[in-house]
């Protein structure tokens, strides 16, 4: 394995970047950034959970949703209490279903954490037929309190 070396952002894998990227937000022209507690929390989640997985993992994974501040949070119909809404979590998938199995497994091997869920959800065409399904995990890690939370939701819903 080649040699791991830090970015700018003090990380092996990840970006502020692509952790606060959000189409919502370009769309609706709404900046994205973090507070210093909400920068310092997504620091948290990649250095202990996210950087850490992707090594065991071995190959791409790719952020679709991090950071969500409160704007982009209502926007996207997440619950005000997201960990997404405080740098808390990430949305994270290798565009497979195999891929997102696999990621899960290895996160629920970390023993500390807040939230680790296999997500999937309908994609539908315009005639709401079903033209695909989305997979990706759902990984939230806190400073402290920590739940340790695992679960299979569909379609938003536990399942
Ligand atoms: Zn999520």
């Not at 003090?10 to 709404?30: C, H, M, P, R, W």
């Not at 973090?34 to 065991?56: F, G, S, W």
């Not at 071995?58 to 926007?75: D, H, P, Q, T, Y």
């Not at 809404?85 to 994270?92: E, H, K």
Request: charged share 25%; glycine share 6%.
């Amino acid at each position: 394995m080649a040699e791991l070396k830090l970015n700018n952002d003090g990380f092996f894998f990840f970006t502020y970047k692509e952790l606060t990227q959000s189409d919502t937000a370009v769309a609706n022209k709404i900046g994205n950034i973090p507070n210093a507690t909400e920068k310092l929390n997504l620091k948290c989640l990649v250095q202990n959970m996210l950087d850490p997985i992707r090594i065991a993992y071995g190959s791409a994974m790719n952020v679709s949703s991090g950071f969500r501040n409160e704007a982009i949070n209502k926007l996207v119909g997440g619950s005000p209490t997201s960990n997404h809404r405080l740098g808390y979590a990430a949305d994270v998938s290798s565009n497979s279903e195999q891929g997102a199995k696999a990621i899960y497994e290895i996160a629920k091997m970390f023993k500390n954490f807040d939230e680790v869920y296999l997500e999937s959800r309908d994609v539908k065409d315009n005639t709401g037929k079903i033209v695909r399904v989305s997979w990706w995990v759902h990984i939230a890690y806190k400073n402290s309190g920590n739940r340790n939370k695992v679960g299979r939701l569909h379609n938003d819903k536990f399942i």
